[in-house]
């Protein structure tokens, strides 16, 4: 099968609509941020608190903002997060001025009273209280009267089941009543009652909590600006050495950073936030668009050395028109994973994807259309003027010696 | 086979044996140490445990503190005062007021009359670390820079030391605790789901001193000092009780000033039962400390103890009778309490106060969907790539997935035997990486065609085509590795795992595109004198 075969398609005569619509779609995505008034930061960047939960039953949305109103925390966010069915939650709450509170802990302690049952205080919350809190429990009330017998010590012993316990819990994803978790297989009937008794099951599961100061905050965006101006600046080296051309290596980083900008103002118009994750799908979408160009100026650098005495521009356009087919396929292929990752790979990776899918189509655009005819430009611009201007769609191809060879893929 | 195809296939069988010998045997490694019955663990955790998972696959809890190094300098400048004035005080020299303008410097009052040569000698003696000026009748002592540095740098080694410590005895497995920067600490404790008691645990300084009572306790501050006509005598402090739950107000008591016993005297800690059945704190004492106290306890039978834990009263026993080596902990403790006071007591105190920066939990539930979901995306997409370059490029296609199935084995097998952790945006790394060699392979294969189409004999196509991508995989291959370098190195957590996946995993891709798929495809066609045609 092939898709593409020896296209001869003039690239570079639409080089300035082009560099107009590349110019017109980071316009946009600039207007759209500031008209957000900059980038919707993550807590990985704004700091503050994101506390993900999960309920055994369908929340109320508004019952729970109302419960963490008498917080005082400031400005809340709260939303249902994956699947509706999964009754999973996540709030987030800014950066608070006073320091030292504990924020996690606060909004915890306000959803359990605000919904749990008064009877259930005293009792340990097999939902929110991990294996060790329940561990201490055990020992402490010992109800199989292992301390003093020998063997192993009580806590050894009721660690091993604490454990088994909240992997239990880990694996149904929430315990609906402390039978539940009395239904641990391997229990002994006495710590079965002991669950019975003594412990409970509140409304919900800390999937994840995460608290970010400020400085933090300040450090992690500082240090991400870093990453990609340097592994730029390292590319732009790299490059200009391999070619031995400055313009190349200019291409290259100015397709790049075109790159990067359209798919962040297309994020913001998007309304994704913008936290570590999206940083790394940025680097990647870097690498990625940095080795389509690469591709394409390798092949422009081996036609170049060819004696023949042709213009730029022609062995620009057929450098491309020869890539044309790996460039669309490559790409292609890697859409395709990253198009399962976009639907199954869940909440965390579901940004990075969009990211991704974003990337590899403004990526392989940017290929084709900004760093090639960049170099071109450049050369124009620099008196190069030994460039003719260029017949149009002249046949770039010289037709091959032998007879053009049969549909490849009949011959086997 | 030729003589060099041979050495080749070899290079190859011992490179995919050794890399999947190498997971094999951490992951026994690993399975090994949580494996509780007798004899080896199963062959099928050895081979779910050979990649170490990131905090956000299995869960657990992220850390990053700030050592407050200024507590640590404040210590040192109260040290140096006390001994100052003490060393005054048996020299027979009178010294003023003492004022503190910063945390590491203070101002002596010094008068006229002041031998201020004699002064001079013990300042010299016994405060080398200050720069001393005087100015206006008073005597300024600044703390040298150096000392400052190091006393910082003890302060965060320190607490580094103290949080290990205390980790160690909550049974963690596999924590990491590690120095970042100048003053922060990173902590990282695997499968634990209790942030707050955690943190609580951490933070604690567990600074424990116990004083004898003067007078309280009453919660009107007023009149505690009335006596002393409304000013704490400088051989006495205020300290506030601990606020229980339900209580009102806390109330003050005044104490002395100096501890009898402080934390530093205690050997052991253990939890215990107290008189009613609550839970308390036995604690055992060194013979030093137990000869201080059994003295203090002698002579102040009847008198109130206050024990005083990070400033706070936790309660305040009368003593009956002389106490030699040990004593209990009382308060409103519940037994998880009770449990980490002794703890962090035995532990030792930590030199500085400790401020929380950022605070991430991963429950186990989240990481376990996340792996699952993670892996689901991966296969599927790994299929559909298959399926692509199957129906694209035929035969030839086969090809091009033995390379990438070998590149996922030797990934995983790199990843093992670096020891390198595996996280979520390490699966994205991975999945990218299979990207970047789908894309070695097509242009290979790209270039062969375009031989083909140019008239050449499937044989000479086959090595032009190498031959020519050859240096197109190596340049892209270098450029994204140059960027991933740069991540690891500004990167963070994260991000840092991304990049350590996609650089192990593009060295791979290099080695099976090229080598293992040339290698490949002479064995198929090297044999043949003459081949009519590729399938490609």
């Given amino acids: 099968m092939e898709l593409f075969r020896q296209t001869n398609i003039d690239f570079l005569r639409w080089k300035w609509w082009a560099i107009g619509a590349s110019w017109a779609l980071i316009l946009v995505g600039l207007l759209a941020i500031f008209v957000q008034k900059g980038l919707r930061f993550g807590i990985d960047f704004a700091g503050g608190t994101q506390i993900a939960l999960k309920f055994g039953s369908r929340p109320e949305i508004d019952h729970l903002r109302k419960i963490l109103d008498a917080g005082n925390f400031g400005d809340t966010g709260i939303q249902r997060y994956e699947a509706p069915e999964k009754n999973e939650v996540l709030i987030r709450v800014q950066q608070q001025k006073k320091e030292g509170r504990d924020i996690t802990a606060d909004v915890l302690n306000l959803l359990r009273q605000g919904l749990g049952s008064q009877a259930d205080a005293a009792k340990i919350d097999l939902n929110t209280q991990g294996r060790d809190s329940l561990a201490a429990r055990l020992t402490a009330a010992d109800p199989d009267q292992v301390a003093g017998k020998g063997g192993q010590t009580p806590a050894d012993y009721y660690g091993r089941i604490a454990e088994q316990v909240i992997a239990r819990r880990s694996q149904m994803g929430l315990f609906n009543s402390p039978s539940d978790a009395a239904g641990t297989p391997g229990l002994s009937s006495n710590v079965k009652t002991w669950l019975q008794a003594n412990a409970s099951t509140g409304p919900f599961v800390l999937l994840s909590a995460e608290n970010v100061g400020p400085q933090v905050g300040a450090d992690l965006r500082q240090k991400a600006l870093w990453a990609v101006a340097t592994s730029m600046a390292g590319m732009l080296v790299y490059i200009a050495w391999r070619f031995r051309s400055f313009p190349f290596g200019f291409g290259a980083v100015v397709a790049t950073l075109h790159d990067t900008l359209i798919t962040v103002g297309l994020l913001a118009i998007f309304q994704r936030e913008f936290n570590l994750v999206v940083i790394a799908a940025l680097l990647t979408l870097v690498g990625y668009s940095v080795n389509d160009t690469v591709v394409v100026f390798d092949r422009i650098r081996e036609n170049l050395r060819t004696p023949k005495k042709e213009a730029l521009e022609v062995v620009i356009n057929r450098s491309i028109n020869q890539t044309l087919s790996r460039t669309v396929l490559t790409s292609g292929a890697t859409m395709l994973v990253v198009v399962a990752l976009f639907f199954l790979g869940g909440e965390v990776l579901n940004t990075f994807a969009l990211t991704l899918i974003i990337g590899i189509i403004i990526g392989t655009y940017s290929s084709i259309y900004v760093a090639a005819p960049i170099v071109v430009i450049w050369k124009q611009w620099t008196g190069r003027r030994k460039l003719a201007p260029v017949p149009a769609a002249k046949p770039v191809t010289p037709a091959p010696a032998n007879p053009p060879a049969k549909k490849k893929s009949g011959r086997r | ?514 080598f293992v798929s040339h290698t490949v495809f002479e064995i198929e066609y090297g044999r043949k004198q003459h081949i009519d045609a590729l399938s490609i």
């Fill in chain 2, 1 to 514: 086979m030729g003589k060099r195809l041979r050495w080749r296939v070899l290079l190859i069988l011992l490179v995919v044996a050794g890399l999947v010998a190498g997971y094999v045997a951490t992951g026994y490694s690993h399975a090994q140490k949580e494996w509780i019955g007798s004899g080896m663990p199963p062959f099928s955790d050895a081979l779910k445990k050979g990649i170490k998972l990131g905090l956000d696959l299995r869960g657990g809890i992220h850390l990053v503190l700030q050592v407050n190094t200024a507590d640590a300098i404040k210590a040192e400048r109260d040290d140096a005062v006390e001994q100052l004035q003490s060393q005054a005080r048996d020299g027979g020299l009178t010294l003023g007021a003492v004022e503190y303008p910063s945390e590491a410097a203070f101002t002596v009052g010094v008068t006229p009359q002041t031998d201020e040569k004699k002064l001079d000698e013990i300042v010299k003696r016994w405060l080398p670390d200050w720069n001393v000026g005087s100015a206006g009748g008073k005597w300024t002592f600044a703390l040298k820079d150096q000392r400052r540095r190091e006393t910082a740098d003890n302060a965060v080694s320190q607490a580094v030391e103290t949080i290990r410590n205390r980790v160690d005895e909550f049974g963690v497995a596999e924590p990491l605790i590690a120095r970042e920067g100048a003053e922060r600490i990173l902590v990282q404790l695997p499968g634990i789901d209790d942030p707050k008691r955690v943190k609580d645990l951490i933070k604690s300084t567990a600074f424990l001193e116990l004083k004898l009572v003067e007078q309280g306790p009453t919660t009107d501050k007023a009149a505690l000092l009335a006596p002393y006509s409304g000013q704490v005598p400088p051989q006495f402090e205020l300290v506030e009780e601990k606020a229980q739950s339900g209580q009102r107000q806390p109330g003050w008591y005044l104490v002395k000033k100096a501890a009898v016993i402080t934390g530093r005297d205690l050997k052991n800690a253990r939890p215990s039962r107290g008189q009613f059945g609550s839970s308390s704190v036995t604690f055992f004492l060194t013979a030093s400390g137990a000869e201080k106290f059994s003295a203090a306890t002698g002579a102040n039978v009847g008198k109130f103890l206050a024990i005083i834990l990070d400033h706070r009263v936790q309660s305040a026993p009368r003593i009956h009778e002389r106490i030699s080596d040990t004593g209990q902990i009382t308060g409103n403790f519940t037994p998880e309490e009770a449990n980490d006071l002794a703890l962090v007591l035995r532990a030792g105190a930590l030199p500085a106060g400790l401020t929380y920066l950022e605070e991430r939990t991963v429950g186990p539930s989240l990481g376990l969907d996340s792996i699952r979901k993670g892996i689901t995306a991966s296969i599927a997409g790994a299929l559909l790539v298959f399926i692509a370059v199957v129906v694209y490029y035929r035969r030839a296609g086969w090809n091009a997935v033995l390379a990438l199935l070998l590149n996922a084995v030797l990934l995983l097998g790199a990843m093992s035997l670096f020891n390198a952790t595996l996280t979520l945006p390490g699966i994205a790394g991975f999945i990218l990486t299979i990207g970047m060699a789908v894309d070695s392979n097509v242009l290979i294969f790209e270039r062969i065609r375009e031989e083909l189409r140019g008239g050449r004999a499937p044989k000479t196509a086959i090595e032009n085509g190498f031959s020519k991508a050859f240096a197109t995989i190596i340049d892209t291959h270098i450029t994204v590795i140059i960027s991933a370098i740069f991540l690891f190195q500004f990167g963070t957590g994260p991000v840092k795992g991304f990049a350590v996946t996609l650089i192990i995993g593009l060295l791979i891709s290099v080695f099976t595109a090229v």
